[in-house]
């Protein structure tokens, strides 16, 4: 399967091509970026072709693109895309704003191509488990979730609002409202949140808090921010914490690791050698499009993790609720 | 004048306690213990057993969390949160003085072992805010009536520049963990991690106090401590503030 490479702005490209070289019957079929510089860079490293246009990369015979764009020039790629018939992988968030992702997904059920959304922690093995254990009851009814998503302040395009589309709030939001959204079944209706900037000089949100209420009473709290600094042990967290009737479970999608300790500035690191969520994604793209099935994230699951996050902004504005 | 404690036994820690302490099973045993007033008690009692310890007349202290609005009036009446008496909380408290100021994100869950009570998190409130300042935007959401156990979320926005999430699970243990994100700072707590003995059930640690910490923490019973409670428990019952 010839899969293309749209952009490699987020730094995820490199993570989700480095799991297409693992996979057996996968290619990278070219590279596109009009940051020719860094395209032809990434095209070097993965032997493969860099286009510096989106027209021409898009005439290229190839089953399916992956877009790591800016979060802003999503909508651009994805329809242009879809026009060309290519199957779609399209990086966190959807989009910027909720009109863009639902014209993004129009374009491609218009055009008869799959739009996944990476959202790999769906493929983290606890937090597979953790799914599990919830789908044969085993916590009994889910009462409250308890979330994190903070790491470190990714810097570049991410803290200019006008290519990011929101800081912090955005890029840590939607992973876990996914994960909460799918182990429930059901779709959030109220946010509460603060928003600020804390922890860096910089002019876009850096940390958050949201409260939130599902259609079905489910209560939840969310910590999305750039909170970690690069002498902490390791890059951040990823976790959920699900309060049921029968038992609360926790899973920490990077809790599997050993300390190194080692003299000088960061003399602890966490050294994690857990499963790489990324291939597990990438390997469900690959199936996805090869047996033409429905995508395990859609775009509408990633609208409307998106929805919550841009929910935040303006209920930390408002100081009140936003309804979904 | 004897000094009466009113405390769960299973929270004292005797062997960092320096007083001189009488550890009392029952309301009934503090009557004949009080032949000696000037000794320091520490009586197991329930919420109800308050009225008739307050009837000896002697300096008391008890749990926040059995303080009525009636004890206004009451001589040598003092109470003491539990959350400001553990260690751990003390250390927080310390290293939080020197970050006064300074922004940061509080997350703070705690698993407490009994029916669900606006008490517990108000107490919480009122140490908290002697932390990072008053409360000034307080959204309260708590989980289905029908579902057990009952879980409550407070966000709040102290004043002092920290924005939290308060989270409380009523269920049949108790455990507490904190974390705390400023500028190039994080401080992690979680009390299960935390156990100095392994397995975990062999040691009340590092979820007790001593009778010490409490004479020394303890509140003088006034208006403002009583109107302060109340408006913080409202806060847990109303919802957004």
């Known amino acids: 399967m010839k899969i293309g490479m749209m952009s490699f ?15 057996p019957g996968a290619e990278i079929a070219g590279v596109f970026d009009d940051d020719v510089e860094r395209g032809e860079k990434a095209a070097e490293k993965y032997n493969t072709k860099h286009f510096a246009e989106q027209s021409s990369f898009l005439a290229e015979e190839m089953d399916a693109v992956i877009i790591c764009s800016e979060n802003i020039r999503h909508k651009e790629m994805v329809i242009n895309a879809a026009k060309a018939k290519k199957h779609i992988l399209c990086e966190k968030p959807i989009a910027t704003t909720v009109e863009d992702a639902e014209e993004m997904i129009q374009a491609c059920e218009d ?25 044969n009851g085993e916590l009994g009814d889910i009462v409250a979730f308890r979330t994190t998503n903070r790491g470190q302040n990714p810097g570049g395009w991410f803290i200019d609002k006008q290519q990011s589309g929101g800081g912090a709030v955005l890029d840590h939001t939607v992973h876990m409202v996914d994960i909460m959204r799918w182990y429930l079944g059901k779709e959030i209706t109220e946010v509460y949140a603060i928003v600020d900037s804390y922890f860096h000089d910089i002019d876009i949100d850096d940390a958050g808090i949201l409260t939130l209420e599902f259609e079905n009473g489910v209560i939840a709290t969310h910590d999305a921010s750039w909170s970690k600094f690069s002498e902490y042990p390791t890059w951040g967290d990823v976790t959920i914490e699900v309060i049921g009737t029968k038992q609360t479970v926790k899973a920490d999608a990077l809790q599997e690791h050993f300390r190194l300790f080692a003299s000088g500035n960061k003399s602890l690191n966490h050294v994690f050698y857990g499963n790489d969520m990324n291939l597990g994604l990438i390997q469900d793209f690959i199936n996805c499009v090869e047996h033409g099935r429905e995508p395990s994230i859609t775009g509408y699951d990633g609208l409307k993790a998106m929805e919550v996050g841009l929910a935040a902004y303006k209920a930390s504005e408002s100081g009140r609720a936003v309804k979904l | 004048m004897a000094t009466i404690i009113i405390s769960r036994l299973d929270k004292i820690d005797l062997r960092t306690t320096y007083e001189k302490v009488v550890v009392l099973n029952s309301v009934d045993q503090l009557k004949q213990g009080l032949a000696n007033e000037t000794e320091t008690f520490i009586v197991s009692a329930v919420d109800q057993d308050t009225d008739i310890i307050l009837k000896a007349n002697q300096d008391t202290i008890i749990p926040s969390l059995f303080l009525k609005d009636g004890y206004l009036d009451r001589e040598g009446l003092w109470v003491y949160f539990d959350l400001e008496n553990y260690s751990f909380f003390k250390k927080l408290r310390e290293i939080a003085a020197k970050e006064q100021g300074q922004k940061g994100v509080f997350r703070f869950k705690r698993v407490v072992n009994q029916e669900a009570d606006k008490s517990v998190i108000a107490s919480d409130l009122y140490v908290l805010a002697s932390l990072f300042g008053k409360p000034q935007n307080v959204v309260v959401k708590h989980s289905n009536h029908d579902d057990l156990p009952h879980h409550t979320i407070l966000m709040v926005n102290f004043s002092g520049g920290t924005m939290a999430h308060l989270e409380y699970t009523f269920s049949d243990h108790e455990s507490i963990e904190f974390d705390w994100s400023g500028i190039k700072k994080i401080i992690e707590f979680n009390s299960k991690e935390m156990s100095p003995i392994k397995p975990n059930h062999f040691t009340s640690l590092p979820l007790t106090y001593n009778a010490s910490s409490i004479i020394a923490s303890a509140h003088k019973v006034d208006q403002e401590l009583i109107t302060c409670l109340n408006k913080y428990k409202k806060i847990v019952e109303g919802g957004t503030v």
């Open chain 1, 9 to 23: 702005a987020h730094m995820h490209a490199y993570s989700y091509a480095n799991s297409l070289l693992k996979l």
């Open chain 1, 111 to 135: 055009n008869g191509v799959i739009l996944q959304i990476a959202f790999p922690v769906r493929f983290s093995s606890p937090i597979q488990q953790l799914k599990e254990m919830i789908s």
